[in-house]
Structures are given as structure tokens and as C-alpha cells.
């Protein structure tokens, strides 16, 4: 491409220029912008074909021609990084804008968690006999057999045995039954009188199913001092009832036989969820089984160097599980280990 005069080369890099001011006016995102830059100063644009021309200018001519496009070339090039400038600035606020965050709107709450079930029946159990003033004491998960069987008047090949069937380790040891152990040793300190609950997790080989699983939660309780009667144990548990379930609640007991006490007997309490009449939350029977019970057994004493003769004493165990799925109508245990956070939200 020849230009054959200088106000013709003039008008065409006055038009380039003019071109290129519009195209970085009207530029809309980078991209476009890098188009249009190639357009300006790219291998095929216009101001490169007049630059290749040159060389067919008169030796006089090309020097002003070419300060002329250089000139021009010079000045797109402070147009092009100028116009870039104000694109990505123009870009920057348009993001901020678009991502910016309004202050005044409420702010998403965290997620706050909140006591299982059975922690929370826990709790209150332990509450009603800290005021009762009892105190609580804790023992080993892993027990012997001594303390888990032998020293509660379980001795070897006991059918009770078979009835506690239970996880056993190397060297005689054995996941703890019942928190009874905790009884034993509690005994065995000679500090008496004695008014303890025993809260815990306790261990039995049951297969997994709606009423039972293989590691549950007990509280059991003893007092022992002189003079400890039948009649005390059926008043305290009257009143443990009644702190539990309100007042009015009733209770009754009935026969029954553990090795470690005698006598021994099972304790029911009138429904809460009918007052007794009936309903599905105790099948229509009025009353809601509770827990096992008893005076603690004179061989069970006197194996923990208690003197029966001078002292008395009575004792108690419930499952945590129980009462809190009667508490709060719970079909089936395995509810309360799935940590199924739908579930446990409902309580």
C-alpha cells in the first residue's frame, strides 16, 4: 500500500486513530479489548501494512512518513494502556458491586447442638439424688471378674452368669455388667455410712434390636448405715419417683430375685403419660417398670468387710435407656445411637 502524498497518509492515520479511540471507548471486558488491540498493532492490521509500504517512498519522503506513524503508533499505544487502566477499574467496581455484601441484612446463625436424650436423663437423675444427698461415684469400665460377679454373691457357674453374659478380655477381665462393681469397691473403703449412685456405661453380648443393645447406661444406687430398713428404701424411691415423674406419681413393688439382695423386688411407677388409666406409652397397664431393687444381701456385706449384723443396707439399678424412651415415647433404641441429627433435634 503506496501513499502518495502526506495529507493522504495524514487522513488514513487520522482515521486509524479515530477508529482506535471508538474501539477502547466501547470495549466491554478484556477480551475485547485484546481483540481490538490486535486489530491496532497486529501483523495484518492497517498500521502495519503502512509501515511495510515505506519502503517504496523516495529516500526523502520516509523519514517524515515515518516519524509520523510512529508518532501515532506512540500515542495508540499510551491510548491502549490508558484505556486498560480504566477497563479493569470499571471491571473491579462492577465485581464489587455485584459481590458486595449487605451489613444491615441478619447474618446466618450457627448451628448450636443441644444434649442427647440420654445425657439428659442422665442428668436429671443424677440431680434428684445430689439433692436427696447422695453423692456419685465412678469406677472402672473394664472390671475383674471378682468384683463384676464373684464379690455381688455371683459365684462361678451361677446361672446369673449366663443371664450377664458379657464381652471378656485376656488375663480375666471383663467389660463391667452393671455399675454394681462400683458398689463393691465403695464398700471395700470402710467409709460408712454410705449413700452413693453409681452412673455409667456398662456392657452385655445382647444382639441389636428395638429393646436392647450390646452397651447401655445405668445409674444404680446404695445406702448402707445401722438400722436401714425395707420401709427406707420404699420411701426414697417414692420420692425419686415423684421428683421424676411429678407428684402423685405412685409406686409399687413386686417380688422378685437378684443374688445380691434379699429381699428383692422390682418397682413399677404409675404411668405419667395417663396417671395410670392406660395407654400405649404402658400398653394399657397403668403402670411403667422402672427398676430392680432390694436390701443388700448379708454375704455381699460381710465379703466387703461390712459387719451385717450391725449394718443394713439397700440397693437399686435402672437403665438410663428405659426411662428415657418412656420419657419420650422412643418405639426403638437404636434411635438413640444412630446420630440421626433429624431425630435427635425433637427432643
Known amino acids: 500500500m503506496r501513499y502518495v502524498d502526506r495529507q493522504e497518509l495524514e487522513r488514513r492515520l487520522g482515521e486509524i486513530r479515530a477508529a482506535a479511540e471508538r474501539g477502547f471507548a466501547d470495549v466491554a471486558d478484556l477480551k475485547a ?4 488491540r490486535v486489530n491496532i498493532f497486529g501483523k495484518r492490521s492497517e498500521l502495519t501494512a503502512i509501515l511495510k509500504s515505506l519502503g517504496a517512498l523516495s529516500q526523502a519522503e520516509r523519514p ?38 449487605d451489613v444491615t441484612m441478619p447474618g446466618k446463625a450457627p448451628a ?20 436427696m444427698g447422695y453423692e456419685i461415684a465412678e469406677g472402672p469400665e473394664v472390671e475383674t471378674d471378682y468384683y463384676n460377679f464373684e464379690a455381688l454373691n455371683i459365684p462361678a ?6 443371664e450377664q453374659d458379657t464381652f471378656y478380655t485376656e488375663g480375666g477381665f471383663v467389660l463391667r455388667t452393671q455399675t454394681s462393681p462400683v458398689q463393691v469397691r465403695t ?16 456392657y452385655r453380648s445382647d444382639e441389636v434390636d428395638a ?3 450390646p452397651v447401655f447406661h445405668q445409674v444404680e444406687g446404695l445406702v448402707v448405715d445401722r438400722g436401714v430398713t425395707m420401709g427406707d428404701l420404699k420411701g426414697s424411691l417414692q420420692v425419686f419417683a415423684e421428683e421424676l415423674f ?42 411403667i417398670e422402672m427398676l430392680g431393687c432390694g436390701m443388700v444381701h448379708p454375704k455381699v456385706l ?23 424412651m418412656q420419657r419420650y415415647g422412643i418405639t426403638d433404641m437404636r434411635l438413640l445411637y444412630e446420630n440421626d441429627v433429624k431425630f435427635l433435634r425433637q427432643f
Not at 409406686?251 to 439382695?261: K, L
Request: hydrophobic letters at 35%; one cysteine or more.
Open 302 to 324: 460381710r465379703m466387703s468387710g461390712v459387719d451385717p449384723d450391725i449394718y443394713s443396707g439397700f440397693a437399686f439399678g435402672m437403665g438410663v435407656e428405659r426411662i428415657a
Open 246 to 287: 411429678g407428684k402423685g406419681t405412685r409406686v409399687r413393688f413386686r417380688p422378685h430375685h437378684f443374688p445380691f439382695t434379699e429381699p428383692s423386688a422390682e418397682m413399677d411407677a404409675s404411668c405419667f403419660a395417663c396417671g395410670g388409666t392406660g395407654c400405649h406409652v404402658c400398653k394399657d397397664s397403668g403402670w
Open 157 to 162: 457357674n451361677h446361672p446369673a452368669k449366663d
Open 112 to 131: 448450636y447442638g443441644h444434649k442427647h436424650p440420654i445425657t439428659r436423663v442422665l442428668d436429671d437423675l443424677k440431680n434428684i439424688f445430689i439433692g
Open 211 to 213: 429393646t436392647h443393645s
Open 187 to 202: 464398700l471395700e473403703k470402710g467409709e460408712l455410712p454410705i449413700r452413693i449412685i453409681a452412673p455409667g456405661r456398662v
Open 64 to 101: 517524515a512518513a515515518g516519524q509520523l506513524i510512529n508518532g501515532l503508533r506512540e500515542e495508540l499505544e499510551r491510548l491502549a494502556a490508558d484505556a486498560k487502566t480504566a477497563l479493569s477499574e470499571r471491571l473491579l467496581k462492577k465485581q464489587l458491586y455485584d459481590e458486595r455484601i
Open 33 to 36: 479489548f485484546e481483540e481490538m
